[in-house]
């Protein structure tokens, strides 16, 4: 069973001696309880802002559009370079949070009237820097003739300064689909019943963090350390359990002549 | 996790209500509210015990118990406009206004079978009892309607068996038509006051002979202010009148015989509150309840009042008084002054009281309420036990403290301390737990309430705590198989778990059952500083 806002306020309430809310006055918290609300969200957050690829953070499931694994697909415009990563998103407050930048993918399948063989390959990632310093010039140079055959197909991905958008290089020449996977940022939790992200286990990451605040706010030094120290702890384990639970290989791909 | 604080308080000082909070963080064993409680012969806060009705029978239906004294091992009871006498309440109750009685006195049944002594509307009724050589001494009955004159009734012979006793009844002319609505006795006379056409004025009777206004000793004297009450107190007599107090001396020599005032800037709200405790006479004024001692030393000052600590709960009283019935009783077992106040069509749910109980450094005051009580008395019978009875509004006579009940309703009994700021009101504390000390009369269950910061809206606020039940500890010697529990502690520490946060907190102890008394001695409680928000 999920974890709900209410659970999480009460269980903290009761670690530190104080009184619990219920479904009926949670909207009318005042005093401590009304800090613990808000402790918790600000835990939330600094979960995400510290670790924001964790899983539950995902946009979405991946594998929607099979055989390709990343969960958000963007298809290319002949001619265009820049595209938003979060289609729909207004600013940088309601974009993704994080973006696996290392695991683009271009693709001609499913795209309509293209038939094999297809274009299908991983996008490197090109830093700004290197891509000013190498392509935009050229590029865009090819660009400013005006036709598609100036165009080509993307082999690079950049990510645009305001960190909005993506880049494709060399500009498309045609229609391909570009996917990638993508984190949300955490929404604050507002009601009663609404649930965290989190799986049940890992609620404790955020009952340390919230206690890390609360004993400051009591100024009670000695607690706020050791809560402090508990998150770390657990911080650590969930990531270690959720980000890197697969075996690890040493690979040498250097040539041997 | 901050080092646990201790805090202990001795429930001490009674109830509180003129004392701002700030100065009441100084003195937390009073408390802030202490209604239907008393404060015990030990100084803490028992709460009381509740009346029992006085047999099944009603003296006169439902009309009104004007009055009430205990006399000859039974009750008289004025209800409606008849007198009626029993011993138990059990049976028809005998019918003590009649006319034409011998003066030699009747026997039971030519006494029954004399007509009616017709009394009109009678209202709030006052006894004197003039000792003399009789078994149980003449009573004399006034009322505050003004329409009657004094009755005089009269019982003789101690046998149980009522039937065989003798019976005396009659009225006593003043002077033609003159009434009273105020009597007492005073050495060997009997002095009224209050007739509609002379407040002023008051009546003695003749010397030894108090039916008569006419012979050797008696006579009148008229007062500058209106008389509202009348006691004999020591060797003077203290007419008390709206606005001053008076007093006569030397009623038995008609030469030196003088009223001398006492103040007049001192009155009595109503006759009904004064009453003798502990060598001093107590009744309430205006600006509060003050004893004649303390008002006869002009330039005192002890001349104040005794109840400044009740003081809002007497304005409320004296602004109303106009419409207030009064009554007051002293159980001396108790050394405790019961005052109670009730407007006429009020329910006995909403009727209130004042309780003061004498202690070594003065009186501590409680309230009641739920007990509508017009009329209530106080006395011994002839085997020296206090009967304390009052009557309602509802023609019903009650066993007055006595049970665990108001007559099978619960007794809604509550006491509050004042907000504890546990030496610094600017530290956060976070409250542990509490032990409350507690002595149980029996099994008890009352409840527990804790509000922090003067029950702010902007602090949460725990949830009421029923506590565990106290069970009445069996005693060596008085213990009943069956009914108590071995092992039990008699003056139990009942330990409970508490929860919030707050700069400062009260406790409530509060109950709603017919469960047995408790009293309240103290409380330690454990906290823990949080920081200094």
């Given amino acids: 069973m999920a974890t709900t806002y209410l659970d999480l306020t009460n269980e ?5 001696n104080e009184v619990v809310l219920t479904s009926v006055n949670f909207g009318d918290a005042t005093g401590i309880q009304a800090f613990i609300k808000d402790s918790i969200n600000k835990s939330i957050f600094d979960i995400a802002n510290e ?36 289609a729909g998103s207004s600013s940088i407050t309601t974009d993704f949070s994080s973006v696996d930048w290392d695991d683009f993918y ?31 010039d050229s590029e865009n140079a090819d660009d400013a003739e005006g036709s598609d055959a100036s165009h080509g197909e993307p082999t690079y991905v950049i990510k645009s300064p305001d960190h909005r958008k993506f880049g494709l290089s060399p500009i498309p020449d045609k229609v391909y689909n570009v996917h990638f996977y993508a984190f949300t940022k955490p929404t604050s939790l507002a009601a009663h019943g609404d649930t965290i992200v989190l799986p049940e286990q890992y609620s404790n990451v955020i009952t340390a963090r919230t206690r890390y605040y609360v004993h400051q706010f009591k100024e009670n030094i000695q607690q706020a350390a050791f809560a402090l120290d508990e998150y770390k702890k657990n911080m650590r384990t969930m990531k270690s359990n959720l980000i890197n639970p697969t075996p690890k290989y040493m690979t040498d791909d250097r040539t041997y002549f | 996790m901050a080092a646990g604080q201790p805090f202990s308080v001795a429930l001490v000082g009674g109830l509180n209500k003129s004392t701002n909070s700030s100065a009441l963080l100084k003195t937390p064993g009073v408390a802030t509210k202490l209604r239907n409680f008393e404060v015990s012969d030990e100084g803490t806060y028992r709460r009381i015990n509740g009346f029992t009705l006085f047999g099944d029978t009603l003296p006169n239906t439902t009309e009104d118990i004007e009055g009430l004294l205990v006399y000859a091992d039974g009750v008289i009871a004025v209800a409606g406009n008849d007198v009626f006498f029993s011993q138990d309440g059990e049976s028809t109750w005998l019918q003590l206004n009649k006319a034409s009685v011998a003066s030699s006195g009747d026997n039971y049944s030519a006494f029954t079978g004399r007509s009616e002594l017709a009394l009109t509307s009678v209202d709030q009724c006052e006894f004197a009892i003039f000792e003399g050589a009789s078994d149980f001494g003449e009573v004399v009955i006034t009322d505050k309607s003004g329409n009657n004159k004094p009755f005089l009734f009269k019982m003789t012979g101690t046998n149980a068996d009522v039937t065989t006793r003798t019976f005396f009844a009659s009225q006593i002319t003043i002077s033609g038509d003159t009434t009273a609505k105020f009597c007492t006795i005073h050495d060997k006379h009997l002095v009224v006051a209050g007739d509609p056409s002379t407040p002023n004025t008051i009546y003695y009777s003749s010397t030894n002979d108090i039916d008569s206004f006419s012979g050797s000793g008696a006579g009148s004297i008229t007062l500058e202010d209106k008389v509202v009450g009348l006691k004999s107190f020591r060797n003077e007599l203290f007419i008390f009148c709206q606005n001053s107090i008076f007093k006569l001396q030397n009623i038995n020599n008609a030469s030196t015989i003088a009223v001398v005032p006492v103040t007049k800037n001192v009155g009595c709200l109503d006759g009904k509150t004064i009453q003798e405790i502990a060598g001093d006479l107590i009744f309430l004024a205006p600006d509060g309840f003050r004893t004649v001692a303390g008002t006869s030393r002009i330039g005192d000052v002890e001349l104040g009042t005794i109840s400044q600590a009740i003081q809002p709960i007497v304005n409320d009283i004296a602004t109303n008084a106009d419409t207030l019935q009064f009554s007051s009783v002293v159980l001396r077992n108790k050394s405790q002054y019961r005052m109670f106040y009730s407007t006429v069509a009020e329910s006995q749910f909403t009727a209130k009281g004042v309780i003061g109980t004498l202690r070594s450094n003065g009186f501590e005051w409680s309230e009641t309420l739920g007990i509508a009580a017009p009329a209530i008395t106080s006395g011994f019978t002839s085997s020296g036990v206090e009967k304390v009875y009052h009557g309602d509004r509802d023609g019903k006579i009650y066993n007055h403290n006595t049970g665990n009940s108001f007559n099978g309703t619960n007794i809604e009994a509550e006491y509050q301390s004042p907000d504890y700021d546990y030496g610094d009101l600017g530290t956060l504390k976070t409250l542990d737990y509490v032990k409350i000390a507690f002595t149980p009369e029996g099994d008890c269950q ?55 946060s707050g700069h400062s907190n009260f406790f409530k102890v509060f109950s709603n059952d017919a469960n047995a008394p408790y009293s309240i001695n103290g409380l330690y409680v454990n906290y823990r500083p949080s920081g200094r928000q």
Avoid: C, H, M
């Fill in chain 1, 51 to 86: 670790e924001p690829q964790l899983p539950f953070f995902s946009a979405g499931a991946s594998g929607d559009t099979d055989p390709f694994y990343g969960n958000v697909t963007v298809a290319s415009v002949a001619g265009t370079r820049w595209y938003t990563l979060k």
């Fill in chain 1, 12 to 16: 903290v309430l009761r670690e530190l």
């Fill in chain 2, 446 to 500: 009352p409840s527990l309430r804790v509000r922090f910061d003067y029950d702010s809206l902007d602090s949460p606020q725990p949830a009421d705590i029923v506590l565990s039940e106290i069970p009445k500890p069996a005693l060596f010697g008085t213990a009943v198989f069956g009914s108590q529990k071995l092992g039990a502690t008699e003056q139990p520490l009942v330990r409970q778990i508490l929860t919030g």
């Fill in chain 1, 106 to 136: 271009l693709t001609t399948i499913n795209v309509s009237g293209e038939t094999t063989p297809f274009v299908s390959k991983g996008l490197r990632f090109l830093t700004l820097a290197d891509w000013k310093r190498y392509y935009r």
